[in-house]
């Protein structure tokens, strides 16, 4: 908890990181939860432990099940946050209180829908149709809700350009250092998704789930993520249940129409996979881009932490029989939540 307080507040969340110090100092009183968390049968950082107990108590807040909580959540939209004896002494109760609740939350997936991280997805798919302009059939994999599947329906502010839909809702411009990504033509024919427990956009529990999973005070998120829901209601996104690796490998095995670019997105997903899945994942793509075309062309963009987990990576891989075919770049480092982009382009090795 100590650790991941750490991180947060060395990306500015300085609310979430005073609630995780307070869980650490107040985790011997609820013996439940702490043996919840040392018998995690796995990696509590990689699987987002941590993060789904905050999501629970925020879940919490919101609901105004505990009075407590919510008055600290609501110090926290404006940071003014409780002392830290005061704050204390609310998680104590509730966590008295509210243990059964929290534990199923550590239980579940973590379903952080960020919609932002599309603007790090446009930003490569114009890159690839700079170089070869295609209309595209996007493939993602753990979708959540699905809201990234409308991405040709939000406005994205890349630095010096902008893409898309300049008179949506939802309007996307993260802090952009490095290259600025190139005038390019954007089209996207098809967009699915799969996810192990994807959530239904026209059910407001399911919502109300992905508003607890958005850090305490970010109101430009939570805007943003009511937006993006009023769309996906208006447009819903084709979200399948299943194993991202046996979905993958069917999708890649259909037919694809020449003239297409295949595109299997995902982001901040890759660590909840098992290594076999991983691999399988890996396996099935590299088959699959050694049978792909100059009017067949398949890539791959991903938004995830690098292997010491020091940094988020945008990668791009990109097969079409050529003599870089298969190659992968790393076209950016950015924020988990897409705050803010340094971008370095397709021609960095």
Known sequence: MRTEAQKARAFGKFAVAAVLESLARVLPCAPRMRASIEGWPGDLAGAGVIFRINAGLHALARSGRHAGLQHIYSDAEIGDLAAPAALDLVLI????????????????????????????????????????????????????????????????????????????QVQIAPRWQGLTPPVAPLVVERAVGVDLSPLDIRDDEDCERLHAYIWAGERERTERLRAAIAIAREHPPQVDTGLASRWLARQLAAPQREGTRRVVLHSMVVQYMPDVERATVDAALSLAGAAATPSRPLARIGMEWSKDRSAVELRVTSWDGGLTSGRTVVAAHCHPYAEWFDWHGLERK
């Open 93 to 168: 109760d509730v966590l008295a209180r509210h243990t059964p609740d929290l534990l199923q939350w550590m239980a579940g997936p973590t379903q952080t829908n960020e919609v932002a991280r599309v603007a790090g997805f446009t930003a490569a798919l114009l890159e690839l149709n700079a170089h070869a302009p295609f209309p595209a059939e996007l493939l993602e994999l753990g979708s959540s809700a699905g809201l990234n599947l409308n991405l040709a329906r939000y406005g994205c502010h890349l630095g010096g350009m902008d893409s898309g839909d300049m008179q949506s």
